[in-house]
């Protein structure tokens, strides 16, 4: 058997940090709680569970915060979780089961991490996140936002969940001004913080900005491939922004040339063609994209939806268009099979129902 550190770093989480903490309790052996600067009552809610509660002075590094509650561990292994995470239904028993039977071979335990949920509660978007680290291998976060570790050694994809369970309804610029603060001190980016730095840009409508920097990431050498084919994606995003639509497809098909595409890419030269009434090569992409299979472990962030209910229904829609009513009903009971409560299933049931 072997033990485990949850480290966390807080700040003002009163609304979410006991049920992250009550998920976790009784799986893990110690608790870090790390506050960097909290004016409600996440303190005290952590008392509760721990009095391993440290205070960290924020100097806009979220590695910095991280390595810090690292440090501060004193089991076998450091598990972190933010505070508006939760172990999944039935995960807290497959960590635990997990400890009983681990002899202390695994360097890095990759977890899956669902990040959003469907109306139903179903996941819809999901990646794999090194989420258990050996404590004796000095595992060093990276990175002032979006920080990450590096992955190596012995490493494991374990069953078990961590769910993302936000009560945010709103974001703050919080991340895309400490990029722009590293880039006023003349800050290196790695690869990572270019295409995140990109990212930040186009969520904050700064598309032209964020042309740029997907550009300069795509630029560059040893670069995960499916990053890749994501910055060409958000890149395809900025210009249908800037209604430079003849730039956004080819940003698309610059995607292919990183291997074969996913449902996600596949889906998005769908919606291209579909856009514009062009049906057959509509037909083309989203066939191709209920073809394609997901694989986490390879790459990297899997909307499930381009997988199977997404492409039937915009299916069914172009054999209709066409004129192809027997294929348009086949694919419309397809996307039932997947998703019977989708609401675009649902509108078109009426319409395929009507006499």
């Not at 058997?1 to 009550?22: A, F, H, K, P, Q």
């Not at 060093?140 to 994809?157: C, D, F, L, N, Q």
């Not at 698309?252 to 291209?272: A, I, M, R, T």
Request: net charge neutral; glycine share 8%; proline share 2%.
């Amino acid at each position: 058997m072997v033990t485990i550190s949850l480290c966390m770093i807080v700040r003002d989480e009163e609304e979410v940090l006991e049920r992250c903490l009550e998920s976790a309790a009784g799986a893990v052996d110690e608790i870090v709680i790390v506050d960097t600067g909290s004016a409600d009552a996440t303190k005290e809610i952590a008392a509760r569970y721990t009095d391993k509660i440290y205070d960290f002075v924020w100097v806009d590094d979220f590695s910095a915060a991280r390595n810090f509650s690292f440090s501060k561990a004193g089991m076998d292994y450091c598990l972190w979780l933010d505070a508006d995470d939760v172990l999944g239904e039935g995960d807290k028993e497959r960590l635990l089961a997990w400890k009983g039977q681990a002899d202390g071979s695994v360097d890095v335990g990759m977890l899956r991490y669902i990040a959003a949920f469907d109306e139903q509660n179903q996941a819809v978007f999901s990646y794999y996140r090194e989420r258990l680290l050996k404590r004796s291998v000095g595992f060093i976060w990276e990175g002032r936002v979006h920080e990450a570790i590096a992955p190596h050694g012995r490493i494991a994809y374990l069953d078990i969940c961590v769910e993302h369970r936000s009560a945010k309804k709103t974001y703050g610029n919080r991340n895309l001004l400490i990029y722009e603060k590293m880039k006023k001190e003349g800050v290196r980016f790695a690869p990572r913080d270019t295409f995140y730095y990109a990212r930040e840009l186009y969520y904050h409508q700064k598309y032209e900005a964020a042309v740029k920097e997907f550009k300069d990431f795509l630029g560059q050498e040893d670069v995960f491939f499916q990053n890749c084919i994501e910055a060409c994606r958000f890149l395809s995003y900025c210009f249908y922004a800037l209604q430079k639509d003849q730039e956004a497809l080819a940003s698309l098909l610059w995607g292919l040339s990183y291997g074969k595409p996913g449902g996600e890419l596949c889906c998005d030269l769908g919606k291209h063609f579909y856009d514009r009434n062009r049906w057959e090569q509509a037909v083309f992409w989203y066939r191709n994209a209920l073809r394609a299979r997901p694989d986490e472990e390879k790459m990297g962030f899997v909307q499930k939806e381009c997988y199977g209910y997404l492409p039937c229904v915009q299916l069914s829609v172009c054999y209709d268009r066409m004129g192809k009513k027997k294929k348009a009903l086949r694919y419309h009971k397809m996307a039932g099979k997947y998703k019977p409560y989708g609401r675009e299933f649902l509108q078109n049931e009426g319409y395929f129902h009507r006499d």
